[in-house]
T-cell receptor, first 114, second 114 residues
Framework: DGGITQSPKYLFRKEGQNVTLSCEQN?????MYWYRQDPGQGLRLIYY???????QKGDIAEGYSVSREKKESFPLTVTSAQKNPTAFYLC?????????????FGSGTRLTVV | ELKVEQNPLFLSMQEGKNYTIYCNYS?????LYWYRQDPGKSLESLFV?????AVKQEGRLMASLDTKARLSTLHITAAVHDLSATYFC??????????????FGKGTHLIIQP
């Protein structure tokens, strides 16, 4: 079945440590996105990519980095510069050019600073 | 900057009652999405609204879009306990011919009591 796989489901980070969240899709979607959700809040866009080897900053990109070396993969690194990384992270994908079919979301990674 | 406002943010209602969630957005867009989120889970797509006057219904939920008023509504008819969840509206933003991602409202936390 086609879909988006995020791993790990839970991740614990020590202060000053970089961690990488994985996002893989087999939907043949060109566009991929990373969102952050804080408790009781909506989702905020961190980074997005509409094509391989290209990506753009979203609303809250500071302290995060991404790469898009393959169409299927869009990993997110939470760097030590992100001062408050504890949140629920969701990856999504869509057909390029906007999507009349909507956006497909992964199951999420819950990141906690310990 | 695109802003999306939902109201109410919290709603407690009894089974069998009707209610409407409102979603206002600040700039022109013709693509609006409604999602459902259960606690600790990812987003489930409910409706994709693509044009002015669009109306879609699924079971006890009906969504509509008025692009001139920049308003979407999610109407719940004869609510049942299983509809308890958080509901998000999201609006697509664009630049350069590709979708830039979604801007989300803060969500409406809906509790339906027997």
């Amino acid at each position: 079945d086609g879909g988006i796989t995020q791993s790990p489901k839970y991740l614990f980070r020590k202060e000053g440590q970089n961690v990488t969240l994985s996002c893989e899709q087999n939907l043949n979607h060109d566009a991929m996105y990373w969102y952050r959700q804080d408790p009781g809040q909506g989702l905020r866009l961190i980074y997005y990519s509409q094509i391989v080897n290209d990506f753009q900053k979203g609303d809250i990109a500071e302290g995060y980095s991404v790469s898009r070396e393959k169409k299927e993969s869009f990993p997110l690194t939470v760097t030590s510069a992100q001062k408050n990384p504890t949140a629920f992270y969701l990856c999504a994908s869509s057909i390029t050019g906007g999507s009349i079919y909507g956006y497909t979301f992964g199951s999420g990674t819950r990141l906690t600073v310990v | 900057e695109l802003k999306v406002e939902q109201n109410p943010l919290f709603l407690s209602m009894q089974e069998g009652k009707n209610y409407t969630i409102y979603c206002n957005y600040s700039t022109t867009s013709d693509r609006l999405y409604w999602y459902r989120q259960d606690p600790g889970k990812s987003l489930e797509s409910l409706f994709v609204l693509l044009s002015n006057g669009a109306v879609k219904q699924e079971g006890r939920l009906m969504a509509s879009l008025d692009t001139k008023a920049r308003l979407s509504t999610l109407h719940i008819t004869a609510a049942v306990h299983d509809l308890s969840a958080t509901y998000f509206c999201a609006v697509a933003s664009y630049s350069g011919g590709g979708a830039d991602g979604l801007t989300f409202g803060k969500g409406t936390h809906l509790i339906i009591q027997p």
